[in-house]
């Protein structure tokens, strides 16, 4: 299994609330019909907590590499990857994909 981490920047032009809201209630039913996804998680940045590298990060896990690119070449994954700018700054948008490894 392999995990999609998204780093996710909100559009500069919309507050936090918005893109809180945009990116739950919008965003993520599309992401959820993505084939073949095992697993999707949201973790919004806490801003009280001070500095912080992003504002989220999506989570996605796949069986395989190969599911995912598939996933995401599909009419789903067109069609959420379409909506990105809709609030999210696409210039700043980082991925890394991992295998896990728990240690505890």
């Known amino acids: 299994?392999?995990?999609?981490?998204?780093?996710?920047?909100?559009?500069?032009?919309?507050?936090?609330?918005?893109?809180?809201?945009?990116?739950?209630?919008?965003?993520?039913?599309?992401?959820?019909?993505?084939?073949?996804?095992?697993?999707y998680v949201q973790g919004h940045a806490v801003p009280e907590a001070g500095d912080r590298p992003c504002d989220g990060i999506a989570e996605l896990w796949f069986d395989s590499a190969a599911a995912m690119q598939a996933s995401l070449a599909s009419p789903e994954g067109q069609t959420a990857l379409a909506d990105v700018p809709n609030f999210l700054d696409a210039s700043k948008l980082g991925r890394i994909v991992v295998e896990e490894v728990q240690v505890v």
Do not use: I
Not at 1 to 11: E, G, Q
């Open 1 to 39: 299994m392999v995990k999609a981490v998204y780093l996710l920047h909100k559009r500069p032009d919309m507050d936090w609330v918005e893109f809180q809201r945009y990116w739950t209630e919008v965003h993520a039913p599309m992401v959820a019909k993505l084939p073949g996804l095992r697993r």
